[in-house]
């Protein structure tokens, strides 16, 4: 068969999500217990038993992942994007978490979790996306006509 003759493997598009959502469930939680244990260990324990997962207990609508607490007690709203590859993997970012990011700044840290099955590590970016996060429009919302 010709190089020009090749079918390209099929994709199964569905495995390949329920993939990722897994693995953006499991970075979560990763975090989640992470927040917990910082605020615990700074004395902090009755916020450590409010941070919760708001991705799974009220939905992915909220522009962030967990709801999580700085020891003064204010907000601190984490979203979490997590790979399997490197720290500078790129990663994609809804609108929605953009407009939260730039509205609630002051609150807002991205968790960037890398080397997940390897030896899981994240770094923090405080701040609006667009302030910490070179972005590229690399997709269209298309509706039918």
Same mark, same amino acid.
């Given at each position: 068969?010709?190089?020009? &003759?090749?079918?390209?493997?099929?994709?199964?598009?569905?495995?390949? %999500? /329920?993939?990722?959502?897994?693995?953006?469930?499991?970075?979560?939680?990763?975090?989640?217990? +992470?927040? @917990?244990?910082?605020?615990?260990?700074?004395?902090?324990? !009755?916020?450590?038993?409010?941070?919760? &997962?708001?991705?799974?207990?009220?939905?992915?609508?909220?522009? +962030?992942? =967990? @709801?999580?607490?700085?020891?003064?007690? %204010?907000?601190?709203?984490? %979203?979490?994007?997590?790979? !399997?590859?490197?720290?500078? /993997?790129?990663?994609?970012?809804? !609108?929605?978490?953009?407009?939260?990011?730039?509205?609630? !700044?002051?609150?807002? @840290?991205? +968790?960037?979790? @890398?080397?997940?099955?390897?030896?899981? /590590?994240?770094?923090?970016?405080?701040?609006?996306?667009?302030?910490?996060?070179?972005?590229?429009? =690399?997709?269209?919302?298309?509706?039918?006509?």
């Amino acid at each position: 068969v010709r190089e020009s &003759q090749r079918v390209p493997p099929a994709v199964d598009y569905i495995e390949r %999500e /329920q993939r990722n959502r897994s693995l953006g469930a499991a970075g979560e939680e990763l975090v989640l217990n +992470y927040e @917990h244990k910082r605020l615990w260990t700074a004395g902090k324990k !009755r916020l450590a038993d409010r941070v919760e &997962q708001v991705s799974a207990t009220r939905g992915d609508h909220l522009g +962030y992942d =967990v @709801h999580s607490f700085e020891e003064s007690g %204010e907000d601190r709203l984490i %979203e979490v994007k997590t790979t !399997r590859s490197g720290a500078l /993997q790129p990663f994609f970012v809804t !609108r929605n978490e953009v407009r939260v990011s730039e509205a609630r !700044r002051e609150e807002y @840290h991205l +968790y960037r979790v @890398h080397r997940f099955e390897a030896d899981p /590590q994240f770094f923090v970016l405080d701040g609006a996306l667009p302030e910490v996060c070179e972005l590229d429009g =690399v997709a269209f919302e298309a509706r039918v006509k």
